[in-house]
């Protein structure tokens, strides 16, 4: 069924260059971008974003790096496109992520894994609110 999920290029990811890496392979393999934009963000919105992560003890790390610079805020369309986004993002840590996904391919490190892309519907539907206005997501359809 056709699902949204939200993708975000970090800090790390805008930096090293790795935007259009990123949005070929999610592309490539067909979801469809329809929200894009540069956001830098404000402790009080990562705070928001990282919520359930707030006991965690590298959360104030978390925060301090996701507001280091830009991040490039995505939602991405399509059959299944959050499990998709996972599967191409691939695991948290990049020294299980396979090789083949954004992390096992250019990541070394779980704190500058480049990307995130929402775990479960609830949470995306949760995120893109967070990160979009509805008049931010465009509507349009790939040539079939
Ligand atoms: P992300 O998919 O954005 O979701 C939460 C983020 O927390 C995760 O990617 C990592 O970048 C970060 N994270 C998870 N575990 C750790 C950890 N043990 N140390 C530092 N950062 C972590």
Not at 52 to 64: H, I, N, T, W
Not at 89 to 115: C, F, M, Y
């Amino acid at each position: 069924s056709a699902e949204r999920t939200y993708v975000m290029i970090k800090p790390d990811g805008v930096a090293r260059g790795l935007i259009g890496d990123v949005i070929s392979r999610f592309e490539n393999k067909g979801l469809q971008l329809v929200a894009m934009k540069l956001v830098q963000v404000t402790p009080e919105h990562a705070e928001k974003h990282y919520e359930d992560l707030k006991s965690k003890p590298f959360f104030a790390g978390l925060v301090e790096f996701i507001t280091s610079g830009p991040v490039c805020a995505m939602v991405w369309k399509g059959p299944n496109a959050v499990r998709i986004g996972r599967l191409l993002v691939g695991a948290t840590n990049p020294a299980e992520a396979a090789v083949g996904t954004v992390r096992g391919d250019l990541a070394a490190d779980i704190s500058r894994n480049i990307v995130h892309a929402s775990d479960a519907v609830e949470s995306a539907n949760h995120e893109i609110a967070l990160w979009f206005k509805d008049e931010e997501i465009t509507s349009w359809d790939l040539p079939a």
